[in-house]
């Protein structure tokens, strides 16, 4: 099923929304809904004929942990990119700030609690980094890693 | 250098084998207007960009392709993984088996093998970026021929995302091209 853009309901809970005059960071959707969409500004969303983009659901507490991850880390990517053409711009570099922070604090949480996504994680007793599932694997239940 | 993330840029899980859309698929890893024809493109071209702007962007974008072609050969993986030797026969992959067996392989759909000749490096900006822009065009049309073919939503969602990337590259290709003409490039 096909997500109406209306049906959306974007979780700003743990992002500030930036001052109203300042029209590009306005402009720069929530990390989930950028995520779904393949792109974190607003304007540059161009749909194919009747296709929008699809909802993710997360089966476990480990999909929406790692979800929430890839999501911050699409954020991150997004804003990387047009701040390489704007670094002056330090309302986009401060939102990308707080999100490679939160992403950070997720991926030390996922660590302790499932094993590395990075070798910069080194939460566990004992070296987990060669432990299945890998990135390509869809086995055993484990959908997004 | 480069540091790996063990997470794929947007999640694949692909529950359903499909031999038909494996084989189509596989053109976006090794075919002309493929991932890593992409990624191999901008990283080339990075050494030569005048100034810091064309040098971060062709980087970071080129990083993001080859996170692109991880998911590409993901999807052709898990769409082929439990298929039988007489399935893929079927599907026209045979002499695909007689080389690579169920390996992912870098060829486009018509089994032509990848090659650097599906990209140039100029070290005139102008030129280079000008092929960026129209790669990225290309590849978006790709996407959208594939999505034209598929009917699964677990191949459908992957392949939506990816053709939108196309589209934001693009943008920013163009910004980057438009800024060097201003510059006098």
């Known amino acids: ?145 | 250098m480069f540091k790996y993330v063990k997470h794929t840029n947007y999640p694949i899980n692909i529950r359903k084998k499909d031999l038909r859309m494996a084989k189509y698929i596989l053109t976006q890893f090794g075919g002309a207007n493929g991932e890593l024809a992409a990624a191999m493109r901008y990283f080339s071209q990075k050494f030569t960009m005048p100034d810091e702007k064309g040098k971060a962007l062709l980087n970071d974008i080129a990083t993001e392709e080859l996170g692109h072609c991880e998911m590409i050969a993901t999807m052709v993986h898990q769409l082929t993984k439990d298929a039988s030797l007489k399935e893929l026969e079927e599907a026209g992959l045979g002499s695909y088996y007689a080389d690579h067996n169920k390996g992912i392989y870098p060829v486009d759909a018509s089994g032509v093998p990848f090659t650097a000749t599906y990209f140039a490096v100029t070290a005139d900006p102008i030129a280079d970026l000008m092929e960026d822009m129209a790669a990225e065009q290309k590849a978006r049309a790709v996407y959208e021929n594939l999505i034209d073919l598929a009917k699964d939503e677990d191949v459908l969602a992957p392949l939506l995302f990816l053709r939108q990337r196309e589209v934001v590259h693009f943008n920013r290709f163009k910004e980057l091209y438009e800024y060097y003409k201003k510059l006098g490039y």
Request: aromatic share 18%; hydrophobic share 35%; with cysteine.
């Open chain 1, 1 to 145: 099923m096909l997500f109406d853009d209306k049906d959306f309901n974007f979780d700003f809970s743990f992002f500030e929304i930036p001052g109203s005059d300042f029209n590009r960071v306005d402009n720069i959707l929530a990390p989930k809904e950028g995520f779904l969409k393949g792109n974190l500004f607003r304007n540059e969303y161009v749909p194919y004929k009747k296709y929008t983009y699809l909802p993710i659901e997360p089966k476990s507490k480990r999909e929406e942990k790692l979800c929430k991850i890839q999501e911050l880390s699409f954020a991150i990517n997004d804003l990387n990119l047009y701040l390489d053409l704007h670094p002056e711009d330090n309302e986009a570099y401060n939102l990308m700030k707080k999100y490679v922070y939160e992403m950070n604090r997720l991926m030390v949480e996922y660590d302790k609690m499932y094993g590395p996504l990075t070798l910069d994680e080194v939460e566990q007793s004992k070296y987990e980094w060669i432990d299945n599932p890998w990135p390509w694997d869809n086995e055993g239940g484990h959908m997004y890693v």
